[in-house]
Every structure is written in C-alpha cells, then in structure tokens.
C-alpha cells in the first residue's frame, strides 16, 4: 500500500463518419490523476468496434490484451493533473455489422480503452472504460440516435458517447 495513482478516464467523440472504406471516429481522451503518486509509462491500447450482441466477447478480449492497438504513450502524469490525447479510430468496411431497422441499415460503434501506467518503478496499475457512440439528439436524451449507414458516405454533425458502465481500476 501507500500512495499510488489513479487514473480516470473521459471521452469527448470529435467526430464521426462513414466513407466509402469503413467508419471512423475521432475522439479527445482525458487522463485524469485522482490518486496520490505520479504515474508513468502511460500506453493508451484502444478499439473500435460494433456494439451487438457479440460485443462483450470483443470487450473480453480486448481487454485480455487479444485485440485493439496502442494508440498513444504518456510519459507521466502527476497526481491531480489532467492531460488529453486526440485520435481516430477506424472500422473497416468488411468489419461493420448493421443493425436493421425496417429498411434502414444501423451503426452502432463502441470504443474502448485499456490504460496500463506504473508508479514506483515497480508497482503496475492498469484503468479503462467502454463508450457507446452515435449522435446527440436534438434535444438531448439519455441515449444516443446510432448512426445510419444506409444513406451513404457522410460525416454525423452531433457525435457523441455514453459511457457503458464498463470499468478497469486495478
């Protein structure tokens, strides 16, 4: 025991399109060290995938470490400092799975992130979450309106996330 970080993470979606090739969504994460101690050696491993019934496989293994890539590294972040980090991840084509409704063709992504740091030279700690993307609805609701994909190559004026209640604090 003794002090120790922890940090806790925030998602703000930037944006979010369908192209010709797949979907893709930019994203601001936030680090936030609410712990005591600095933490150090940050990588960031992330994933984007489709939000289904499948999606707590996917989840398992992303967070076994069997999926997703390291998106971003960190240096250090001392206690009660907050550093962000902006990214775009990509769903290729072939990877998409739509949701019908009647006839039209839905997405529903899911972005995840898998935090490993250390303290101490010795001591490992790892966070992580997982948030649902799609748009804000005008005016805004508690879920989001996920993201038609039958209408072609576009960019989502309103992306957002809610956040799963899928948590890593170790």
Not at 125 to 154: C, F, H, K, N, Y
């Amino acid at each position: 025991t003794g002090p120790r970080p922890r940090l806790a993470l925030d998602v703000r979606i930037e944006a979010a399109r369908l192209t010709f090739t797949g979907a893709s969504i930019g994203y601001r994460l936030y680090l936030r060290n609410d712990g005591d101690a600095r933490a150090e050696d940050i990588m960031i491993h992330a994933l984007l995938a489709n939000a289904d019934a499948g999606q707590q496989d996917t989840l398992d293994r992303f967070f076994a470490g069997q999926d997703g890539s390291v998106l971003h590294s960190v240096v250090a972040i001392a206690p009660g400092d907050t550093t962000s980090l902006t990214g775009e991840l990509r769903l290729s084509h072939d990877a998409i799975v739509p949701v019908a409704l009647g006839d039209r063709a839905l997405l529903i992504p899911l972005i995840a992130f898998d935090v490993h740091y250390r303290w101490d030279a010795a001591q490992d700690g790892r966070s992580g979450g997982a948030w649902i993307v799609g748009q804000e609805q005008d005016p805004p609701a508690p879920r989001l309106a996920p993201l038609r994909i039958d209408q072609g190559p576009r960019q989502f004026r309103r992306p957002g996330s809610r956040a799963t209640g899928i948590t890593i604090d170790a």
